[in-house]
């Protein structure tokens, strides 16, 4: 016999404003033999500048007898929920004869797997990213196709990195060969991207005015859903809620900072000056997009490519993309590992933040593919095979984690990139440079 449930798509609506909700087993019909619903899969891509210390990236061992290299330890109580390749590499992100440009490349054929065209004119070319082309198969399935995150506003004109246009050096998403997906850096911004556009105009600026949460405007409804629910759904929903108002009280907090130790920056409102909060405040938006099934597809770059940022939380004060040209300088390398490690600690908290998440029997990390990696390895060496890459979660059972897999050298990174977008239901044939999806299980 079937249960009574409430449609997947289903809002809490009240005053203008409707607010998604998180994945519950009320949402499908579900059989006296079954546990649960089955929750979607969904995939993301983290994006990191200037590659790494590999030597510290690296794990020891093969298969599920391995160790976390220095830099990755941050993810130690994740190692379980982890798939680390070795071998996989961009050949686009090469020179193949246009010379400088690295940094460029990297951002660009990072999730496309083509060649950038050369030029700091209009005439942008590379191709289209492996998040738009899996939003083209099923972006439909989801209000938002997907959902572009960053840190760095960066630039879509001019000459960024050697004769590239700054488009190349900015975004990892392109919609087009010849059209970069914007990603949003500002937190209320992406927020209200999830949950604000259905609010009129009139109901933002009496929220804003009186300072009320979202939440505020859909608590009756709220209370009516409440009473069809079990208890397991009761606890999901008001987990939900309190995350939901603790990130809106978070970026009203982080809207009112100003860079004051930043001298010469001018930052758009809201935009937080503490980095580690806005890399946290990001995630915990692509966390809420995901929990409440808005999108299927994020992409985040926690810098744009040839990116220069200080690190004053680990104390490194030399620019990261200088830091990068090492030269073998065991103090410079050493600064660098600590940029890599600090990167590290913000996805791990990431991770814990999304294991949290209950759904059914499972959660919303073994529900997900996060991609944590870059285009570049050694960035003293331009080198661009051997990648740092990690992937975080099963994907719903697609993926078999806890484990390294050593691939054979020149392995296209668009192969996994294939198989990530099969996994979550977008069946591509090819993407740029692939060669066959990799086998994840």
Not at 16 to 32: C, E, Q
Not at 428 to 436: A, C, I, M, R, V
């Amino acid at each position: 016999m079937i249960s009574s449930y409430i449609n997947r798509r289903a809002v809490l609506r009240g005053a203008g404003t409707a607010l998604s909700l998180p994945f519950l087993d009320i949402m499908h019909p579900v059989s006296a033999s079954s546990k649960a619903a089955v929750a979607p899969a969904r995939m993301a891509f983290v994006f990191f500048p200037n590659g790494a210390i590999m030597d510290r990236w690296k794990p020891t061992g093969d298969g599920a007898e391995f160790e976390l290299g220095e830099t990755l330890k941050p993810l130690e109580s994740h190692k379980n929920d982890l798939l680390i390749m070795t071998g996989l590499t961009q050949h686009h992100a090469r020179a193949n004869g246009d010379g400088g440009g690295d940094h460029a490349r990297n951002a660009s054929a990072f999730l496309t797997g083509a060649q950038p065209r050369k030029t700091s004119g209009a005439d942008i070319e590379v191709g289209v990213s492996a998040d738009q082309a899996a939003a083209r198969l099923i972006g439909a399935q989801t209000r938002l196709p997907s959902l572009e995150l960053g840190i760095e506003r960066g630039r879509n004109a001019g000459n960024c990195d050697s004769g590239y246009s700054c488009a190349y050096s900015t975004n990892i998403s392109w919609k087009s060969p010849n059209t970069p997906t914007a990603k949003e850096i500002n937190p209320r911004l992406a927020f209200e991207r999830i949950f604000g556009s259905r609010e009129a105009a009139a109901t933002q600026e009496r929220r804003q005015r009186f300072r009320k949460s979202i939440l505020d405007f859909v608590s009756e409804d709220a209370r009516r859903l409440q009473g069809k629910l079990g208890g397991t759904d009761r606890h999901k929903l008001d987990e939900y809620f309190t995350s939901v108002r603790e990130v809106e009280q978070r970026i009203d907090r982080a809207g009112h900072l100003r860079p004051d130790d930043i001298p010469e920056v001018d930052l758009p409102a809201g935009v937080p000056t503490d980095l580690s909060e806005h890399l946290r405040l990001m995630y915990d938006i692509m966390l809420l997009s995901f929990q409440t099934d808005s999108t299927r597809i994020v992409s985040f770059m926690v810098g744009d490519a040839g990116c220069n940022r200080t690190y004053r939380e680990v104390d490194v004060k030399g620019g990261h993309h200088q830091l990068s040209h090492h030269r073998n300088d065991e103090e410079k390398m050493d600064q660098i590992a600590r940029i890599d490690k600090f990167l590290a600690e913000q996805f791990a908290d990431f991770l814990t933040r999304m294991k949290s998440v209950r759904e059914g029997d499972s959660n919303l990390l073994n529900n997900s593919m996060i991609l944590y990696g870059s285009a570049i390895s050694d960035a003293n060496r331009h080198d661009h095979h051997d990648l740092p890459i990690v992937v975080a979660g099963r994907g719903g059972g697609k993926v078999s984690t806890g484990r390294v897999v050593r691939h054979p050298g020149e392995t296209p990174l668009n192969n996994l990139l294939l198989a990530m977008a099969h996994g979550v239901g977008a069946d591509l044939d090819e993407l740029g440079d692939s060669t066959e999806p990799l086998n994840l299980s």
